[in-house]
């Protein structure tokens, strides 16, 4: 049996809004504003003025996940929808965000339980 790798987390907010920062760098989005803070329904929120909200429960989750949701918003940026350019886009930046994917599924699972 495999075993399971301890997770990473993140340190701080800071950690994470620079990790996010990294990420729009290099797809070349404009941040103007990060904000993480407590959200009911979703992982994070975008407007196309460059403003992103994340989620502060992803702090607590391995950063693996952390990273997914940055990409995930970064990217509907440019694209609103989840279509095969999108699709495209997170294929090329994350190979494994399929995977990630499921495992952030799978642990709101258990957080909503």
Known sequence: MKKRQ???????????????YVYANKIKVKVKQITIRPMARKWA?????????????LLGMDRSL???VILHELLHYYIPNHGKLWKSLM???MPDHDERDKLL?????????
């Open 105 to 113: 599924k799978s642990e709101a699972l258990n957080t909503s339980s």
């Open 45 to 57: 929120s975008c407007s196309t003025n460059g403003y992103f909200t994340f989620n502060i429960e």
């Open 91 to 93: 294929a090329v930046h």
């Open 6 to 20: 301890p997770i990473k987390t993140w340190e701080s907010k800071q950690e994470f809004k620079e990790e996010a």
């Open 66 to 68: 952390g990273e997914y």
